[in-house]
């Protein structure tokens, strides 16, 4: 049986901003003067990887995405590096959706209860940007992404999940759904690892886990 659906909708929203001010404000600070003129798809790996911090400082979501399809490809049959997976996981994460449910919780002032409308936020998450993301993310080696950005993945896929699934209640078979409890395990494990169980966002992981695994 699976934890109540308002419930699961607030621990993602808390985790979000939990997240949001805890450290990773880069992944959503945006820069209107970046001046983005060139074409991603025209660069190689290593030109993608330095281009990407504009592309996520810009917040255009468009370029945001070319980017990631871009480095995905020139990536694509080799070995990717430390810093390829990393900037993989932060473009497709900004990509899925992430950042505008974070902006709509903010214009809000962070009142959880009162956002009766996440159903279209929901309808915003690329499915398929987090699904390939989340697939960056458990084929990543150890140690090179942080609790943050599993935990980042993870919410990028339920939100997806959840969006496909019509309804937080149509979780239970959805496709998906193991591997966004897979990405939070790890995410878990992480902040276990560097002795942060006491902090909130541990709690919201460890919530959310338990929110989206149906009790045997």
Same mark, same amino acid.
């Given at each position: 049986?699976?934890?109540?659906?308002?419930?699961?909708?607030?621990?993602?929203?808390?985790?979000?901003?939990?997240?949001?001010?805890?450290?990773?404000?880069?992944?959503?600070?945006?820069?209107?003067?970046?001046?983005?003129?060139?074409?991603?798809?025209?660069?190689?790996?290593?030109?993608?990887?330095?281009?990407?911090?504009?592309?996520?400082?810009?917040?255009?979501?468009?370029?945001?995405?070319?980017?990631?399809?871009?480095?995905?490809?020139?990536?694509?049959?080799?070995?990717?590096?430390?810093?390829?997976?990393?900037?993989?996981?932060?473009?497709?994460?900004?990509?899925?959706? @992430?950042?505008?449910?974070?902006? &709509?919780?903010? =214009? #809000?002032?962070?009142?959880?209860?009162? /956002?009766? *409308?996440? !159903? %279209?936020?929901?309808?915003?998450?690329?499915?398929?940007?987090?699904?390939?993301?989340?697939?960056?993310?458990?084929?990543?080696?150890?140690?090179?992404?942080?609790?943050?950005?599993?935990?980042?993945?993870?919410?990028?896929?339920?939100?997806?999940?959840?969006?496909?699934?019509?309804?937080?209640?149509?979780?239970?078979?959805?496709?998906?759904?193991?591997?966004?409890?897979?990405?939070?395990?790890?995410? @878990?494990?992480?902040?276990?690892? &560097?002795?942060? =169980? #006491?902090?909130?966002?541990?709690?919201? /992981?460890? *919530?959310? !886990? %338990?929110?989206?695994?149906?009790?045997?």
């Amino acid at each position: 049986m699976w934890g109540n659906s308002r419930f699961l909708r607030v621990t993602i929203f808390g985790l979000s901003v939990v997240l949001l001010t805890s450290g990773c404000e880069g992944f959503f600070t945006t820069n209107a003067f970046s001046g983005l003129q060139r074409d991603p798809a025209n660069m190689s790996a290593a030109e993608l990887e330095v281009f990407a911090a504009d592309a996520l400082a810009s917040g255009d979501n468009a370029t945001i995405k070319s980017t990631f399809d871009a480095l995905l490809k020139a990536t694509e049959g080799s070995t990717r590096t430390a810093s390829q997976t990393t900037t993989l996981v932060e473009l497709g994460v900004a990509a899925t959706g @992430i950042p505008q449910l974070v902006t &709509a919780l903010a =214009t #809000g002032g962070g009142d959880f209860e009162s /956002l009766d *409308d996440v !159903q %279209s936020l929901l309808e915003g998450f690329d499915s398929a940007t987090a699904s390939a993301t989340a697939a960056i993310a458990l084929a990543a080696p150890s140690g090179t992404l942080t609790g943050q950005q599993y935990a980042y993945a993870a919410l990028g896929l339920v939100g997806a999940i959840a969006a496909d699934a019509d309804s937080f209640d149509d979780l239970d078979d959805a496709d998906g759904i193991e591997d966004a409890q897979e990405l939070l395990s790890r995410s @878990i494990d992480a902040y276990e690892a &560097a002795g942060q =169980t #006491g902090s909130e966002t541990y709690q919201l /992981l460890v *919530d959310l !886990q %338990s929110q989206i695994t149906p009790e045997p």
